[in-house]
């Protein structure tokens, strides 16, 4: 693991807004981040995540989605959640060529799942996929599924979940999982909830863990 300080530096051309953090020396890799409906790039989860994969050897791009980028607050539109999903793909061909290793989009709830759709609609897009808090249904309404495009997925995946999250019990996950034909791995903090409480928790070590079990076999040179 690399023992000194990343650079992080804002990137704002072409649409793409982001704060990307670049390891000292050789990369393994690149990660591009999105945030949850009510967050924006400097949210707490994805700083503590991209903190850990940069520790890594990672190059991680946390972006603004498109509707962040048009107004400071506020949810997302359904309406414009396709405009989301062509962010997704724009940070995804700005960032790269960043690294010659794969490349690993993903995000925090809302963000996560539009970069998944944004998979599911064009595999090619990137190599894996991490998911941190899927948002499977609204809380309170189980039956309200958002698994549509879960066989669409054919990169591997890893997925880090609260056991309380209201927006998907850990069974109601594991049904879902059983519907992406890619090989996934599910990572479940005990005791914590949608926010995954970095603060507090060993959730942004356990992701950049399992991202590096999953997509990457040895230490960069």
Known sequence: MASS?????SHDTGGVVAEVSRPPGQNRGVAVLAHGAGGNRHAVILR???AELCAHGLVVARIDLPYRQRRPKGPPSPST????????????????????????????????RQASMAVAENPDLADGLLLTSYPLHPPGKPERLRTEHLPSISVPTVIVH?????????DE?????ALIP???????????GHNLNPDRKPTAALTAEAVTETFFTSEPT
Do not use: M, N, Q, W
């Open 182 to 192: 890619a090989p996934v791995r599910v990572v479940e903090i005990e005791k914590v």
């Open 48 to 50: 503590a995540i991209a």
């Open 162 to 170: 609260g056991s309380t999250d209201p927006f998907a019990t850990p």
């Open 5 to 9: 300080t990343p650079e992080t530096t």
């Open 173 to 177: 996950l594991t049904a879902a999982v």
């Open 81 to 112: 959640a396709a405009a989301d999903r062509d962010g997704i793909v724009a940070a995804c061909a700005t960032f790269r060529d960043e690294s010659t290793g794969p490349l690993i989009v993903g995000g925090h709830s809302y963000g996560g």
